[in-house]
């Protein structure tokens, strides 16, 4: 059962995307399906949500999201420049409006220098403008990580119209 937090910040996502005409679609590695869990929780969300990839291994994100090899080897599947190109994967391979991608590392193990637990990128993408990406450190165990990337993941989107396109 979801809790009321995260059904607040669904039902808000889709009354959102109702209100412009936009389906979305989710390309997810350390959430692994969470956020798309998360808004396909709320009835009708088939009005506004497309499709959603949880692509958790480096072959799974080139062979199903077209994220080229090349970005993986230089930037490491946790980084910004990868949930770019799932983003645009997803873009590319749905019939959505807005996308959004998320890869982490949410532990309790795989950290590194430069990229601990609780490092996890976030990217938003839509067809007709550039993609915004930024990258969180959050704290806690597994579950708590990856709980707060399926909340800034959700309201990131809903702030898309804001002046600055801000990101929480």
Partial sequence: MMDAQLDALARRTGH?????GWRLAT??????GWIAETVTAIAGSSDWFDSGWVTYSNAAKMRQLDVPASALDTFGA??????????????????????????????PSGGRPGKPVGTVCIAWGWPDRPVRSTTFHFD?????????????????????????????
């Fill in 78 to 107: 946790v980084s910004e420049p990868v949930v770019s190109a799932m983003v645009q994967g997803a873009l590319t391979h749905s019939d959505a409006q807005v996308a959004i991608a998320v890869s982490g590392v949410a532990g």
């Fill in 140 to 168: 806690g165990d597994r579950e708590q990580v990856r709980r707060q990337a399926v909340i800034h993941a959700l309201e990131g989107l809903l702030l898309a119209d804001t002046p600055a396109n801000s990101v929480p």
């Fill in 27 to 32: 390309a997810e590695s350390c959430t692994g």
């Fill in 16 to 20: 959102w995307l109702l209100e412009r």
